[in-house]
Every structure is written in C-alpha cells, then in structure tokens.
C-alpha cells in the first residue's frame, strides 16, 4: 500500500503562483507514475499531468501546459506541482495520484491505484 498527502493548497490571487506537494509512504518502491488531477464540484475529475518516478520528462495537460511544471524528490518521496499565472478556472481540489505500473494513458484516472485526499485551490480574480 502507498499513502499519498497533498498539502499547500490555498487560496491566491488571479496571476499568483502556488507550489503543492505530495507526500508519499509506505511501498513507495511500488510507484512507476505519479499524476495530478483536478476536480470542480460537479464535473469530472481532469488530468494536470504526471511523471515517472523514478526519472523522465513530465507530461501535461494543454490547459496547464507552459504554467504548470511537475517535479519529483524521491529522497523525500514527494511530488511537488508548482503552479504559474493562475487563473479562476485552475480553482479546484487538486488530487495527486499514483500507480504501480507503466502506461502511456497518464491521462486515465482508472489507472491511477492510490489517491491522496486533496488540497482545495481557490484562484480569485
């Protein structure tokens, strides 16, 4: 079992900047790919990105891409995604995610066997 927790979620203002982190324990040798995803009441989770962990270029969704950059400590065993330029439509509880094994579908939640318990982001304008 692995054991994800975000932290640094917040409330910023349109333009700011947030960095959160995710916490990983227990068989954290398990872990091929950590994701971050998103979530607004009433509509489905969306993908932010991902990495492998254990070295390789991050990957993003086209919403995030150029504002977001996702990096990883595996000395820590954290996750961290630091988030540029905010906007109100980046609002949302922010999940990080990982999974056991190897798929160029980072998008697919189902995939995804561990999930933290999200960190709430309000961007106001």
């Known amino acids: 079992q692995v054991q994800l927790v975000e932290s640094g979620g917040g409330s910023v203002q349109a333009g700011g900047s947030l960095r959160l982190s995710c916490a990983a324990s227990?068989?954290?040798?398990?872990?091929?790919?950590m994701g971050w995803f998103r979530q607004v009441p009433g509509k489905e989770r969306q993908y932010v990105g991902a990495?492998?962990?254990?070295?390789?270029?991050?990957v993003y969704a086209d919403s995030v891409k150029g504002r977001f950059t996702i990096s990883s400590d595996n000395a820590k065993n954290t996750a961290y995604l630091q988030m540029n330029s905010l906007n109100s439509e980046d609002t949302a509880v922010y999940y990080c995610?990982?999974?056991?094994?190897?798929?160029?579908?980072?998008?697919?939640?189902?995939?995804?066997?561990?999930w933290g318990q999200g960190t709430q982001v309000i961007v106001s304008s």
């Open positions: 995610a990982a999974r056991k094994f190897y798929s160029f579908l980072y998008s697919s939640a189902g995939l995804y066997n561990y």
């Open positions: 227990g068989h954290t040798s398990e872990i091929d790919t």
């Open positions: 990495i492998r962990w254990r070295g390789g270029s991050p």
